[in-house]
Nanobody, 119 residues
Framework: QVQLVESGGGLMQAGGSLRLFCAAS????????MGWYRQAPGKQRELVAS???????NYADSVKGRFTISRDNAKNTVYLQMNSLKPEDTAVYYC?????????????WGQGTQVTVSS
């Protein structure tokens, strides 16, 4: 059974830092790209950052230089370090695992964790 469990969200003032955690089941974590998405009220879910099994990373332009994604393969955990937070970072953040089977992508999602940044 695939499980993705996020933690680490909360309320922070602008300029502060938060670290998000996503504990994944080994079966989905070991062989697949992991990522963080976010969805603000009234907006579509968007990619924040992703990391491959070889730790190649990709970031949305809006978070480059402020957020860092990393993974610990021994703990089946992916992290999102968020620095210099801005009010526009306020959203529900979702952990994602993307699995490709015969060329088709299957997405798995956590339950989400709220991040609120006050000005």
């Amino acid at each position: 059974q695939v499980q993705l469990v996020e933690s680490g969200g909360g309320l922070m003032q602008a300029g502060g830092s938060l670290r998000l955690f996503c504990a994944a089941s080994a079966s989905i974590f070991r062989n697949n790209e992991m990522g963080w998405y976010r969805q603000a009220p009234g907006k579509q879910r968007e990619l924040v950052a992703s990391i491959t099994t070889r730790s190649s990373t990709n970031y949305a332009d809006s978070v480059k230089g402020r957020f860092t994604i990393s993974r610990d393969n021994a703990k089946n955990t992916v992290y999102l370090q968020m620095n210099s937070l801005k009010p526009e970072d306020t959203a529900v953040y979702y952990c994602n695992a993307g699995e490709y089977i015969y060329g088709k992508r299957y997405d798995y999602w956590g339950q989400g964790t709220q991040v609120t940044v006050s000005s």
